[in-house]
């Protein structure tokens, strides 16, 4: 046995495939999210009639998924933490686009698009899990 495996596989093996596994969902996102920007900067520039050059909409496509990646992860995760929560919810997502009125009026209306198609049965659940927790003696 040489220096350089001192390992030998043990302990450190499944660490390194889940890593693995992590990297290329995270290349698969990154592939999709590239192609739906194309897609759609193509689609407009149609609409336009206009030509953009496949350099500079790989480009767009590239800045987009990093400032999603990057910078709107890192807000919306910075939310839902100064409101105590450990997960991400809409009003996270429209608090990131404050900046943008049109924006923050276009989630809004999504949100409650969302909220009117939410089964009538989750809520009921959710609020009757919340007396059950009240009435248990501790």
Same mark, same amino acid.
């Given at each position: 046995?040489?220096?350089?495996?001192?390992?030998?596989?043990?302990?450190?093996?499944?660490?390194?495939?889940?890593?693995?596994?992590?990297?290329?969902?995270?290349? +698969? +996102?990154?592939?999709? *999210?590239?192609?739906?920007?194309?897609?759609?900067?193509?689609?407009?520039? =149609? =609409?336009?009639?206009?030509?953009? +050059?496949?350099?500079?909409?790989?480009?767009?496509?590239?800045?987009? *998924?990093?400032?999603?990646?990057?910078?709107?992860?890192?807000?919306?995760?910075? *939310?839902?933490?100064?409101?105590?929560?450990?997960?991400?919810?809409?009003?996270?997502?429209?608090?990131?686009?404050?900046?943008?009125?049109?924006?923050?009026?276009? +989630?809004?209306? *999504?949100?409650?698009?969302?909220?009117?198609?939410?089964?009538?049965?989750?809520?009921?659940?959710?609020?009757?899990?919340?007396?059950?927790?009240?009435?248990?003696?501790?």
């Amino acid at each position: 046995m040489d220096g350089g495996d001192v390992d030998g596989g043990v302990g450190g093996g499944g660490a390194f495939e889940k890593d693995e596994e992590a990297e290329e969902r995270a290349e +698969l +996102l990154r592939d999709r *999210f590239r192609l739906s920007v194309i897609s759609i900067a193509n689609a407009e520039a =149609k =609409k336009l009639d206009m030509e953009v +050059l496949e350099p500079v909409v790989a480009c767009v496509a590239d800045l987009a *998924f990093k400032y999603t990646a990057e910078q709107l992860a890192r807000d919306v995760e910075l *939310f839902a933490q100064h409101a105590g929560r450990k997960s991400v919810n809409m009003e996270d997502i429209i608090l990131s686009a404050h900046r943008n009125k049109h924006l923050t009026g276009l +989630l809004r209306s *999504f949100s409650q698009e969302l909220k009117g198609k939410e089964p009538q049965t989750e809520r009921k659940r959710k609020k009757s899990s919340k007396k059950e927790d009240k009435s248990i003696p501790r």
